[in-house]
Every structure is written in C-alpha cells, then in structure tokens.
C-alpha cells in the first residue's frame, strides 16, 4: 500500500458521490473489487440517468416530434430540455446551434460532408495533427479524396503537445479548417484552443474542436473561445451512449447540407426535390436517439451540481498522483506531457511486456485499463509503438484505485519474471 493519505487528502465528497454509480461497486469473477480505469473509453452511469432512462421507457415513452397525445408531449419537452442543458453547458447562444446525433464520430462527419464540395475545392487545404482520434482524420481524408484538398499536419513537440509556433507557418490563404482534439484521448494533451482558434480565424479559418475527451473533465465556452464547430459524445459525460452533439455556429450550419435526408429533417416534400426544415431539425433526420437524450440532460445536471472546477481540481491531483506512483514501476514510461499540460489520463509502455498482456493481467486484478491504439495509429506511429495502455480518470475514481493500479503492476511483472 502507498503512502497516498500522507500525501493527499481525499475529499470525502468523492466517497459519497461513488455511491451515485453502481458498477463501481462490483466485484470481479475472481472476487476482487472492480477498479474501473477506462472513462476515456466511456464513463460510469449514475443512478440518477440509469433511472431517467428506465422511467422514459416504462412511464411515458413515445416517437419524438410526432405525438400530439400526452406521452410525446412529454417526450418533446424532455428533447427539449436536454437541448436548453445542453446550450447552457456549452454557452451556445441558441439551442438551434445544438444538435442531436449519435456520437462525437457521426458530429464530425456530418460537418465534413455538410461542408464538403461547396466548400473546399482542389486548391484548399485541411489542418489536422497526430494526435488525433481516427474520427477526427478520416472523415477528413473521405472529403479530401472528394474533394482534392490537401490535408497538413501540425507538428507535435517532443513531449507530444501541438507545436503551436509552427502555427503560423502553416497557415496559408488556402487553409479552409483545422481540426483539433480538445484533449488527447492517448497522451491527454490539452492544447491552446484560445491561440489556435485566434491564429485561425486572423486567417479567415474555420476551427472545429473534437471536445469528446475535454468536455467530460471541463468547462466549455463556445462563445468565449470563438469555437466554430465542438462535438462531443454523451456516453463519455456519464450519459447514455447512442447520442452525442454538434455545436456549430448558426451562420455556418446554415450554409451547411444535411448529411443525412428522411423525416423529420425537411419543409416541404415534393415528388422531385424537397426543402429543408430549419435547424436544429435540418440536421436531425429519422428517429432520435429519444430515452438517450433525455439521459443527457439528466448526466449534464449532475455533473454541473458537482462543478467542473471541483472536477479539474479533483482529477488533476489524482493524475498527479498517478504520474508519481507509476514512475517508480521499473520499465514503465509515461508517454506524453508533464501533468501540468494533461488532462486525466496515463498511457504507458513497460518494457518487455506487451500493452494487451498488461491489461489482461490487469483485470485479474479486477483493474480495467485499455490496450491497444486506442484509434490513434497515426500517433502511435509517429511515437514508434504499436500498442500502449491507458488508464484513465473520473471524478469518481479514488486514490486507492491509482494503488490497485500499481499492485496490479507489479504483479503482472512478478509474474512475468521482470521483477
Ligand atoms: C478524442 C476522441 N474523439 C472522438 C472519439 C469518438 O467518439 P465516439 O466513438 O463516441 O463517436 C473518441 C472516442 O474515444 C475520442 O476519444
């Protein structure tokens, strides 16, 4: 057992809130407690949004925006909330800014096409950088192979940040968009939104922010960043999964095609051609994703009674902690920043072992941690490995599991004779 009471207070909050969700409370099939390290793949629910679900379908479930009777009332005002939620959480200015869609993936997607031959021709050029998540390059790529515009990578410093003084130099009259990750979801470098998005629009370019892994651990303002496009994924924000948002600014989601065409998303329908309806419904195309909406806005009231400050506080010193005790697992190296300029997440190599060996010793442990690219080949390349292991933090993971992390550690490395 480390020496984590002497060195850090745990808030007590934090014991009482674990209480909220109840996987954190299961125990492995080899009886130990499970320890759940994998939130950048996708959160823990709390009860709160478990029961939110379960009384939508048994108490009052119908098709949205099509029922006049009492139960779609009740559902369209539930939407309709969960949008308002939205919009206050990411300050946008008006809920037609705030779109439903099935995940971070479908949102980028949706602005790469919506975008797509109207708007970027052969001679233009796209911004992106290793960091990235496969949602957020190959979309990229799909409507520059439509296209023919190019797409360029910002440079990453030695540690893995973007190297923002290349910025300047790599901005050109021809430079339609950057795309950037809010938050690595492998090394958790957050970078300078502020400067990049200012560099950018000095530039007259387009900036979208993949917020999947950013918004679950801080506060998001679309209007003081100037933020063009932000997309995030519910089930990474404690909310169900099957929904996520795209933010875009009005005036350019105006301008944009839908991605996808069908009901509810249209004005008129005529035999030969139709008209779209406006937003947010233009980009809101067949069912949604109705019992997870409504699931969202109940996680995005609970994580805002919680406070985003306390979050960021809390976490940061949790992967501060992290950093200090993983570092004395001989073999073992962090990949990426100092804590300073990270979010909550460790990944790591150890010599001599492979990253899916780790994690499956790992869960003999009962610690759930994540191996693999984690859908960053680029970046894994540009670091030279296949594979690494990630574990990464919520506010409900507790200094104990960053303990039953390293236990787990060592004896995956007694077992394999390394130690
Ligand atoms: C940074 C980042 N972007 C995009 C995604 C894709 O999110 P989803 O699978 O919810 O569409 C992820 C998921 O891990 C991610 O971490």
Redesign the pocket.
Known sequence: MSTQTETTTIPSEIEQLRKDFPALHQTHPNGKPVVYLDS??SAQKPQCVIDTVSECYSDYYANAYRGVYYFGARIDEGIERSRELVRELINARSTSEVIFTS????SINMVARGLGEGFFTKDDEIILNVLE?H??IVPWQMIARQTGAKIKYLPLTEDGRLDLDELPELLTEKTKLLSV?GMS?VLGSIPNLEQIISACHQNGTLVLV?G??LVPHASVDVQTLDIDFLTF?G??LYGPSGV?VLYGKETLLDKMEPMLGGGHMIDQVFQDKSTWAELPAKFEAGTLPIAPIIGLGKAIEYVRKIGFEAIETYEHNLLKYAHDQLQKIPGLTILGPGTEHKGAIASFTIDNLHPHDIADWLDRSGVAVRAGHH?TMPLHDHLGIHASTRASFAFYNNFSDIDALCEGLKYTLEKHRLL
């Open positions: 950048g793949a995940g971070t993936t479908m998540h949602a957020n990750t979801n993949d999947a892994q994924s089930h990474k996520g859908c």
